[in-house]
């Protein structure tokens, strides 16, 4: 019985053996796909639009010729919205993600906004172009205006933010919050100084994954009326606009070939700034993940 008992726990070893290693080269060849398409597409980027990336295209307004076309407007376009959609989608996201998990009750109704919201952070996005037309543009008459493209933004972008948010306050310790409590500090104290800074890396991971995403998106602007056509910077919230996808975009449309060379430039700086943005974010993150 012993003999049979080793052969059969061997047996089994050599197969859990073999099931270890067969997926470790499946996730490794996923893993490889991967990087192997965006090595591909950075590479055919950076050959065709290398050429063009200087400071005059920089600093240039959008041209009928590709020698003299820049993406100024653009990229000062989507500074403008995505200074409004931050601040608008964080402060309602985190504010309603700390109402859901700390104070709301736990009742069929919450459960019932909880579901709502996970939902929508899946609608695509021309819906909410949609509302941000209906809403924004024709209700409130803000026109085609950087505050209604920014807002339009925010509405795409909450839901992911306050899904984020409701995971990184769950995953504070409550080791940290009975012990604020047993110190004597009231509810909102121990949100602000205790829970709050514990679950800011997880707060900012989602915030800025949705801000990327914001700045990549076409569609909820194109419905409210973003102009692919723009040759001067926004002066205020009510001023008209491009950003930088539309732009793009505007040059891939044109029949000549060097148009898409200079769109290729233009996705250079697109994910220069989306690079930016993440290694800001993940110097935050880290700051703050050394503290707790």
Known sequence: MELINKAEVKKRIGSRLIKNTISKWLFMLATSIGLIVLAILI???????????????????????????????????????????????????????????????????????????????????????????????????MGRSVLAGGLTMSLLILPVIVVASQEALRAVPKDLQEASYGMGATKWQTIRRVILPAAIPGILTGSILALSRAVGETAPLIMIGAMTFIAFIPESIWSGFTVMPIQIYNWTSRPQAEFHDVAAAGIIVLLFMLILMNSIAIIIRNKFSKRY
């Open 43 to 141: 590479y055919r980027i950076m050959s065709q639009g290398i050429r063009y990336l200087d400071l005059d295209f920089l600093t240039n307004f959008a041209s009928r010729k590709p020698e003299e076309s820049g993406i100024k407007a653009a990229i000062f376009g989507t500074l403008w919205v995505m200074a409004i959609t931050g601040p608008v989608s964080i402060i309602l996201g985190v504010g309603c993600a700390i109402y859901l998990e700390l104070y709301a009750k736990k009742n069929r109704f919450t459960r019932f906004i909880q579901v709502n919201i996970s939902n929508l952070a899946g609608v695509p996005s021309i819906v909410f172009g949609l509302l941000g037309l209906t809403v924004f543009v024709r209700m409130l008459e």
